[in-house]
């Protein structure tokens, strides 16, 4: 992989220096030590499809993975509720009414212009997502999807999208102890999580055992982690790098 940096932006008084750090995919690359290395998946560049960046994230090492309280609280009302079904990208029917309940989900939890239909498209087509998890009830109805990325003793919890009717009742942390659970099984090393950047993204800590990317090594130290992610709000900045600043974004 080629890392490169993006300038983002400075205080010289206290000589504070800002970059955006990424990496661009290469021929003959090996996926997982890409995640090792604390990158993840960039989709917010229209007509690019190899870039990563660098960022806080956690992974669950899941030969120490067991259930928490709240893991065990949430599969009690879920687990056996829904059809679930493991499909490769490449024999799944992308159909309409997948997209549109994809695009439905991201426009209520998250806001219009979130994820516009060409971005899921996009995502889709990345050669990344190896995997479609499907939940549908007893009826048939789509309850939730589940897009991950498989490659070499590793899996990654890309994007969800579920039954706004079931959000406050946790469906969201269910999906994702779901997969951790069958990575787990299916003999795994490790299960990425994504992101961990403000308090609600804590809810990843609900996984044992976690660590984190801490920007030059990955940490076991969830009490600094959860500190960190109380922080954020205070440390924000509105600034886009100099790279996606040239970028097509969405």
């Not at 890392?3 to 996926?31: C, K, M, P, Q, V």
């Not at 493991?86 to 998250?110: G, I, N, Q």
């Not at 787990?184 to 609900?206: D, I, M, R, S």
Request: proline share 2%.
């Amino acid at each position: 992989m080629k890392i490169f940096s993006s300038e983002l932006g400075a205080h010289y008084g206290t000589l504070t220096f800002g970059y955006s750090n990424y990496a661009r995919l290469e021929s003959g690359d090996h996926l997982p030590s890409v995640y090792a290395a604390g990158f993840l998946p960039y989709s917010g560049v229209r007509d690019t499809k190899d870039v990563f960046y660098f960022a806080r994230n956690a992974r669950v090492k899941l030969a120490d993975w067991k259930m928490t309280s709240e893991n065990r609280r949430i599969a009690k009302k879920f687990d056996g509720q829904f059809l679930k079904k493991r499909t490769p990208l490449k024999e799944f029917s992308v159909t309409e009414e997948f997209l549109a309940f994809w695009l439905s989900y991201f426009e209520k939890r998250h806001g219009a212009g979130v994820m516009p239909r060409e971005r899921l498209e996009l995502i889709l087509s990345f050669g990344l997502v190896s995997t479609v998890i499907s939940y549908h009830d007893q009826s048939g109805q789509a309850v939730g999807y589940v897009l991950e990325v498989e490659s070499d003793g590793m899996r990654h919890y890309w994007y969800s999208a579920y039954e706004m009717s079931l959000v406050r009742q946790s469906l969201g942390l269910w999906l994702m102890g779901d997969c951790v659970k069958d990575a787990h099984e299916a003999g795994f090393a490790y299960y990425y999580l994504g992101t961990v950047y403000g308090q609600k993204a804590l809810y990843k800590t609900n996984f044992e055992e976690l660590e984190w990317w801490d920007g030059a090594a990955w940490s076991d130290d969830i009490a600094l982690l959860k500190k960190r992610a109380h922080s954020d709000e205070a440390r924000m900045i509105s600034l886009i790098d100099e790279w996606r600043s040239s970028q097509k974004l969405f």
